[in-house]
Nanobody
Framework: QVQLVESGGGLVQAGGSLRLSCAVSGRFLITAAMGWFRRAPGKERDFVAAVRWSDSNTMYEDSVKGRFTISADNAKNTIYLQMTSLKPEDAAVYYC????????????????WGQGIAVTVSA
């Protein structure tokens, strides 16, 4: 009944920027935090960033810190991932997720997952 729908993916040149969106639809979502994960073509799914609804507290994987910004728009029930200075290594399928805390999301524990959206970075 609750769905997470990602949008904004696509192709971008290395060094460029892209913004992903994740909209919450259906029943009211009571999870305290949301985040982004990514899975590169031949790799496991990795945590990228998380944000807490109540106070916008954020958490980032070291490899994206300073380049990516996660944010939440409570009025729109939507979170975003603003990606800048993109590198070819950032290319992956990105997944939106909801969980009970940023710490749980960082450990890979989410209650709801989006379908994923592809981000391609050309060198």
């Amino acid at each position: 009944q609750v769905q997470l729908v990602e949008s904004g993916g696509g192709l971008v040149q290395a060094g460029g920027s892209l913004r992903l969106s994740c909209a919450v639809s259906g029943r009211f979502l009571i999870t305290a935090a949301m985040g982004w994960f990514r899975r590169a073509p031949g790799k496991e799914r990795d945590f990228v960033a998380a944000v807490r609804w109540s106070d916008s507290n954020t958490m980032y994987e070291d490899s994206v810190k300073g380049r990516f910004t996660i944010s939440a728009d409570n009025a729109k029930n939507t979170i975003y991932l603003q990606m800048t200075s993109l590198k070819p290594e950032d290319a992956a399928v990105y997944y939106c997720a909801a969980g009970h805390s940023p710490d749980l999301l960082r450990s890979g524990r989410a209650t709801i997952w989006g379908q994923g959206i592809a981000v391609t970075v050309s060198a």
